[in-house]
């Protein structure tokens, strides 16, 4: 994941709307999904702002397509029902505790998240 630079003058981000899911970008590095938190908490723990694509703390995948601009609608379409996932609650268990660990080390940008 040598992608990933994050300045207090820059963004932090490492997958973003038509790219690939993180989910699909750890498949394509031949990493295994179960460092995904790791590198979620690799990209909190860097400064300044952040961006982190809706679905990758859901183990969103978009079955690896790099450039869905042109796709139909089902492969950005998030499928809700895997809020019931065992898998998927947890991670965004981990991603919330995450999120607050910042909140409470970084005054100057606040983080909301559900």
Not at 65 to 83: A, E, F, R
Request: proline share 2%; with cysteine.
């Amino acid at each position: 994941m040598n992608n990933v630079v994050a300045t207090p003058n820059g963004l932090g981000y490492l997958t973003c709307h038509d790219n690939l899911t993180l989910v699909d970008l750890l498949n394509f590095k031949n990493v295994s999904q179960d460092k995904i938190h790791v590198v979620m908490k690799y990209l909190i723990s860097c400064d300044g702002p952040l961006l982190w694509r809706l679905g990758d703390e859901l183990l969103f995948s978009k079955n690896g397509d790099n450039n869905s601009y042109t796709s139909s609608i089902w492969i950005n379409s998030i499928d809700w029902n895997c809020l019931n996932s065992c898998e998927v609650t947890e991670t965004r268990r981990q991603f919330r505790k995450l999120v607050q660990e910042r909140n409470k080390l970084n005054t100057d940008i606040t983080i909301k998240y559900q």
